[in-house]
C-alpha cells in the first residue's frame, strides 16, 4: 500500500468531469462543481489524502491524466515526490 495525497488546483478546474468518467468511484463534483476525491480524507476542501493499492493508484492517475487543465496533482506521500503531473 502508498499513502498518496492529491490536490485539486480548484482555480484551474473548470468542471469539464472528465476525471469522473474515467474514475468515478474516486472523483466527484461538490457544491461548487469543482473536483473532490471521494475516497480517502479530506484534509482541505483542495487536498486529499488516501492510502490505496496498485489497481487504486493506477485509477487515480488515468483520472488526473484524463483532466485537459492539469488540476489534479497526485503525490506519494513518504518519499514527497511528484507521480503525476510530471515535471
Ligand atoms: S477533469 Fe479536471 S476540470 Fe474536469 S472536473 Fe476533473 S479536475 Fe475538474
Not at 2 to 25: D, E, Q
Not at 38 to 47: L, N, R
Amino acid at each position: 500500500m502508498k499513502n498518496i495525497k492529491i490536490i485539486i488546483r480548484r482555480a484551474l478546474c473548470k468542471s469539464a468531469t472528465t476525471c469522473i468518467a474515467i474514475a468515478p468511484n474516486i472523483y466527484a463534483l461538490d457544491n461548487e462543481f469543482k473536483a473532490i476525491v471521494k475516497t480517502g480524507k479530506k484534509i482541505s476542501e483542495s487536498e486529499f489524502h488516501c492510502e490505496v493499492g496498485e489497481e487504486k493508484l493506477t485509477t487515480i492517475l488515468a483520472g488526473a491524466r484524463a483532466c485537459p487543465y492539469n488540476a489534479i496533482e497526485v503525490y506519494d506521500k513518504g518519499s514527497g515526490k511528484k507521480l503525476y503531473p510530471p515535471g
